[in-house]
């Protein structure tokens, strides 16, 4: 090292043992073995020799109080800070590697979303109790007609937006459509949308809730969709609210069933489909209001940009499609903070 980069590098190691130790106006009242816990406390992973630590203290006491300073005190205190400096930058970076590699490694996962999480899927187990509870309602429902209960089976075609396009909403969905964070089941409409599995079995997230809100002592909701049956993704049917009628404005819920996982043109009709037909069959019914989930977001692991534009495009579609619609307004929830700000960036804003 040049001579003349000596005093520099001197400065800094001080300012960083000063920096580092803390409260350096108080070294003047305190004793060396006051001082030496303390470095001990602090930077135990440092391993200084006595000499070292002596010099450190005496260094720091008397550039505190004025006192010269021997140049081998000097070489020695800079010894000992190196030592201090040296071993947090190792310690910092492994710390950072560490943070940086786990949100790498978070990043990768949700940016491949190859298969889609279970809890998405697949159903809630059931006691040997509720099986038997769910067969005796089916009977009871079938029988009634329940299972004749309305389901859609068209897949629409429509043109797929180019990822990372705008969305211009049509004139007939302008002041319809109202964007809104909160929970589904506490809104002042006429029917809510449940982000549903092929299988119409209670499940995670937006579904898991809405089953949760609207069961009966006696599984009604549940026993009413075994008796539909199955559901295939893209399509949507109905049900009643059961429990939710009871505290609540809504009547009806409509099961729409989205696509999970990695993106495809199919996935994506059937996405839009799933939104179409569930403004088909609330107008079918007669109910106006209607809330909606962000459908395939989340536990569906599915296209982030499909996921959001796509609902905006079915709507708008559906609404200008239709003039007589009775459809009055559509309510899109929102569970997070991050969902509203990406929603509202896929909608064109006028120029």
Same mark, same amino acid.
């Not at 081998?72 to 205190?77: G, K, P, S």
């Not at 499909?306 to 459809?327: C, F, G, K, R, W």
């Given at each position: 090292m040049k001579k003349s980069n000596r005093p520099i590098i001197r400065l800094l190691f001080g300012i960083l043992a000063i920096t580092l130790l803390g409260q350096s106006a108080q070294l003047e009242a305190y004793s060396y073995a006051d001082f030496q816990q303390t470095i001990n406390r602090r930077f135990p992973w440092v391993s200084t020799t006595g000499n070292e630590m002596k010099a450190l203290y005496s260094y720091e006491t008397k550039k505190v109080t004025g006192k010269p300073v021997s140049e081998?005190?000097?070489?020695? /205190?800079q010894r000992a800070a190196k030592k201090i400096g040296i071993s947090l930058v190792v310690i910092g970076t492994i710390i950072g590697a560490g943070f940086f590699g786990s949100r790498w490694w978070k990043g990768r996962q949700v940016s491949e979303p190859d298969q889609p999480p279970e809890i998405a899927s697949e159903p809630l $187990?059931?006691?040997p109790e509720e099986e038997e509870q769910l067969r005796i309602k089916k009977e009871s429902l079938e029988q009634k007609g329940a299972g004749k209960i309305k389901r859609t089976d068209t897949i629409y075609n429509p043109e797929i937006p180019t990822k990372g396009s705008k969305i211009a909403l049509s004139d007939a969905l302008q002041g319809k459509l109202n964007l809104i964070s909160g929970q589904i089941t506490a809104q002042d409409v006429d029917v809510i949308v449940n982000a549903a599995n092929e299988n119409l079995s209670s499940g995670g997230g937006v579904c898991g809730q809405i089953f949760k809100d609207a069961e009966t002592s006696d599984m009604s909701l549940q026993g009413a969709c075994y008796a539909i049956g199955r559901c295939p993704t893209g399509q949507a049917c109905i049900t009643e609210s059961f429990k939710l009628k009871e505290n609540t404005p809504i009547t009806h819920i409509i099961h729409a069933v989205g696509p999970s996982g990695k993106e495809s043109s199919q996935k994506n009709k059937q996405l839009y489909s799933a939104y179409y037909n569930s403004l088909k069959l609330a107008d079918e019914y007669g109910l106006p209001k209607i809330a909606f989930p962000l459908i395939s977001s989340d536990l569906f692991g599915y296209d982030p940009y499909?996921?959001? /534009?796509?609902?905006?495009? /079915?709507?708008?579609?559906?609404?200008?499609?239709? $003039?007589?619609?009775?459809?009055e307004e559509i309510k899109m929830m929102f569970y997070s903070y991050e969902q509203l700000p990406r929603f509202k960036k896929t909608i064109q804003t006028e120029q």
């Open positions: 081998r005190e000097t070489q020695m /205190a $187990p059931l006691s499909y996921v959001n /534009a796509l609902p905006l495009q /079915a709507m708008s579609d559906y609404m200008e499609q239709h $003039p007589e619609t009775q459809i």
